[in-house]
């Protein structure tokens, strides 16, 4: 049976904004329909709006392009929440049951409910994720249809502050007239698309090098446990690399030319170059160890410091820097590898699932589930309709009988209509009107009216 309908992921990152378009068929798989990127230029800062304008018109833009690419018209589109304050926070919360009683789904469901709507001062509540169940103090992972007295509930909650969703609504749904189907947290969507369910048992970090910020999520015995980002990023090196007496756009690709960490980063260019890859790579190794010391002391705060069996998986652009996989081992002493969608969920598009920049976007597509086609409402054709004439007064033999036409009650000359048989009436009064002027003033009135309808 053919499919109809599809779905739609936007993603606003610092150094570029994706739009995916997608269908989903019976198994959840997804087809790639079309992707269009666009610069963000600084219109989005550390993962956030931040210039709503300029935001606005480079979402309209990438909407544009994926129409035209797609012959599709967008109505709705999901959209990923990220930004430098998101973070999980654990939320626990017991209901007493009053004795033995079994344990439902809608009682599971209530409290779910209940800790979405828990707001912390200051935040935002944007999801609530890997909840853990137990059951008179006993965790159980399918506590449905159980008997207990007390049920308690611990869950992750991803804060973060309330302009992050109140610029996108604003860029969106007010100035792009797209309705928002959902926000999507973007590092969960990511850990779905990109992580193995044995890794998240095992224990892993997640770590996504973007260009704003640098964001680790802990798995452990399959649920996310831990998720904070840090305010630095690949743009941050490259402003680093700027201080070296070179432009932005220099910067940036010379970073992505010639940079590297760790052993390795010094090697010179085979071509020549009148860059100094020796000075370029120690200011990126700088900012790099910056980095990863604060992920380290990230990791022993979460407390699974040496718990991670399954190691460190790594996506995101600015994780293409070269070296920098071995450059991690060397300093977490943990196995690193290169993280990618995995094909189980996507179909196509292996340019898009081999690219660590695209994990977030193509993980949006997971957890949606709207058709996001615009519906076009029919449109009324009025010139065809058919219009009333005012008799032709060459025809009738009988001119004193010929009425004016009937004006619609909303019509604007309404008052000026009904003010000329009155005047028409005091100079029939006095004297006659001549057959020619009473036919002139017919015709003159229809042709007025035509002329507004048409």
């Known amino acids: 049976m053919e499919q109809t309908g599809f779905i739609v992921g936007i993603d606003l990152g610092t150094s570029k904004i994706v739009g995916l378009m997608g269908r989903k068929n019976e198994q959840g798989v997804i087809s790639i329909l079309a992707s269009e990127s666009i610069p963000s230029d600084n219109c989005v800062k550390h993962g956030v709006v931040y210039n709503i304008d300029e935001a606005t018109g480079k979402i309209k833009k990438l909407i544009n392009l994926l129409e035209n690419k797609s012959g599709r018209k967008i109505g709705k589109v999901y959209v990923s929440i990220a930004g430098k304050s998101l973070r999980a926070i654990e939320y626990t919360m017991t209901r007493d049951l009053g004795g033995e009683s079994d344990v439902t789904f809608a009682i599971i469901d209530q409290m779910e409910q209940q800790a979405r709507q828990n707001k912390p001062e200051f935040l935002t509540n944007y999801s609530v994720v890997a909840p853990e169940i137990f059951l008179d103090g006993q965790y159980d992972p399918d506590p449905i249809n159980k008997t207990a007295s007390v049920i308690e509930g611990r869950y992750r909650l991803i804060v973060g502050r309330p302009n992050i969703k109140s610029n996108l609504n604003r860029c969106l749904t007010e100035k792009n007239q797209l309705d928002i189907a959902g926000y999507i947290v973007g590092p969960v969507a990511a850990g ?56 932005d ?119 949606a589930n709207e058709n996001c086609e615009k519906k076009e409402t029919p449109k009324v054709d009025i010139i065809n309709q058919p219009v009333e004439t005012a008799p032709d007064p060459t025809v009738s033999k009988h001119p004193e009988k010929v009425e004016a036409p009937e004006m619609d009650d909303d019509d604007d000359e309404d008052e000026e209509y009904e003010e000329r048989p009155k005047k028409n009436k005091k100079k029939k009064e006095k004297k006659g009107p001549g057959l020619f002027d009473f036919f002139g003033k017919i015709q003159n009135f229809g042709g007025t009216m035509f002329k507004d309808e048409d």
């Open 249 to 367: 756009t220099a910067a940036e690709s010379y970073k992505i030319k010639y940079g590297r960490v760790g052993k390795d980063k010094n090697k010179q260019p085979s071509a020549n170059s009148d860059v100094d890859v020796k000075e370029l790579n120690k200011v990126i190794q700088l900012r790099e160890e910056e980095i990863v010391l604060n992920l380290i002391n990230q990791i022993k705060e979460s407390g699974y410091f040496g718990q991670l069996e399954a190691g460190v998986v790594i996506i995101g652009g600015a994780s293409q820097l070269t070296g920098l996989p071995e450059f991690l081992e060397e300093k977490l002493q943990m196995p690193v590898k290169k993280g990618a969608a995995k094909r189980l969920y996507i179909n196509n598009a292996a340019d898009l699932m081999q690219n660590p920049a695209y994990a977030q976007a193509l993980g949006l597509l997971l957890f």
């Open 192 to 247: 779905a698309v990109v992580l193995d369910e044995s890794d998240k048992q095992a224990g892993c970090a997640l770590i996504d090098f973007g260009a704003g910020t640098t964001t680790l999520s802990i798995y452990k015995g399959g649920l996310l446990r831990y998720m904070v980002v840090i305010p630095f990023g690949g743009r941050t090196i490259s402003k680093d690399v700027k201080e070296l007496g070179f432009i």
